[in-house]
Nanobody, 123 residues
Framework: HVQLVESGGGSVQAGGSLTLSCAAS????????MGWFRQGPGKEREWVGH???????SIADPLKGRFTISKDSAKSVLYLQMDSLKPEDTGMYYC??????????????????WGQGTQVTVS
């Protein structure tokens, strides 16, 4: 069965960096879009970025220059490098796998499998 396990979250001061990882198993990793989402306190879940099945990546415009998404296909791991962190980046960060037949999307509904999330707190 599909399993997504995030790690790497923590508490950092503003201006600091974190690298999140998402280890995937149970399916053909490169056949699906993989995305990162986040949900801040009292906010809706929002798209951060994704890697499509063709190998192209996208990052939300407000995060460009600070966040970088990458992957290691051999290890089936998705990464999110976060630099120059701000307090407004605080939230739970989730990785997700697109539903079969769905292309990459900014909408959480396009993703059918989610990790448990990893907390990022910036003070």
């Amino acid at each position: 069965h599909v399993q997504l396990v995030e790690s790497g979250g923590g508490s950092v001061q503003a201006g600091g960096s974190l690298t999140l990882s998402c280890a995937a198993s149970g399916y053909k990793y490169n056949d699906y879009c993989m995305g990162w989402f986040r949900q801040g306190p009292g906010k809706e879940r929002e798209w951060v970025g994704h890697f499509d099945s063709g190998g192209a990546s996208s990052i939300a415009d407000p995060l460009k220059g600070r966040f970088t998404i990458s992957k290691d296909s051999a290890k089936s791991v998705l990464y999110l490098q976060m630099d120059s962190l701000k307090p407004e980046d605080t939230g739970m960060y989730y990785c997700a796998k697109a539903r079969p037949g769905y292309a990459c999307s900014l909408q959480p509904a396009a993703f059918g499998s989610w990790g448990q999330g990893t907390q990022v707190t910036v003070s």
